[in-house]
């Protein structure tokens, strides 16, 4: 049979179109490697896990979590900042990628210029809370202690200039009170001496040691966001517990290396967007106090930006640094 040329043109262009699906550059063409700042069993990790499952259904390649703890999550923003920018690799970052701008006096990134937003996954309200071997039982019992026996109350964090850090700095500052910081690789080994008694309280992202506030291990003392959690909805908030305007959220939010395309960077925002907004991971996540967003990336941005500014303000008030 011979072909008019109308149908060879035809064909031509049919192959052409299906070489180009197939050649390098149809997003993604490998796994995705998902940059975690924090050791497993965290917050991060709790969010991290089951979105990585989810966006890993819809994109068609697996999203590894790769586990880089270490200098208040700099290391893993370290990498993620000198990875490739061909879409196939992103952090998660926490409040600790705006508070380190200022904290370290040299950073081995631009937090503003290396990367590129993605979307704010979710915001998570701190849960203060006492351990076992903390007498207080509430925020105003709290102070009065810390004001009798200044400097001898311990609390734990997740990190030096981490937001489970700096938030107690800033209660302290406000409370008018003196406590001793014992910083952890993490929530997890945290919230693990918090149960041990090595340490008397904490301001932890709620996830992590909601668990134990339900279960009477560790005592809930007040939430940092605006309204209670309705899991403990017998925990006030801080302005409840008599410090108005006191309200620290952690948030989460993906970001890409800079110069990732554009179109890959909307994609992967639309998908994250499409999986916070499923029902099965909402009842999830929400159970842990996340308050999920789905942000476009101009959100996001904007949102780093206003938190730049108002963590400079605490760290500068607090006296925080690290060298």
Known sequence: MQLSRRQILAAVAASAAGSAWAQPGQWPERPIQLLIPYPPGGSTD??????????QERLGQPVVL?????AGGTVASQAAARAKPDGHTFIMVLAAHAINASLYPKLPYDTRKDFAPVSLVANLPLLASGSPSLKARSIAELIAEAKANPGKITYGSAGNGNTSHLAVEYFASVAGIKLSHVPYKGSAPMVNAMLAGEVQLSFDSASTSLPHVQSGRLHGL???GNTRLPMIANVPTMAQAGL??????GWYAVLAPAGTPAAIVERMSREIAAVVAQPEIRAQLE??????????PAALDTHIDAEIERWAKVVKDSGARID
């Open 46 to 55: 709790l969010i991290a896990r089951p979105l990585s499952i989810k966006l």
């Open 287 to 296: 159970a842990g106090g996340y308050q999920l967003v789905g942000s476009t």
């Open 66 to 70: 790769d586990y880089k703890p270490g």
């Open 244 to 249: 108005p305007g006191f309200v620290v959220n």
């Open 222 to 224: 007040a939430v940092t």
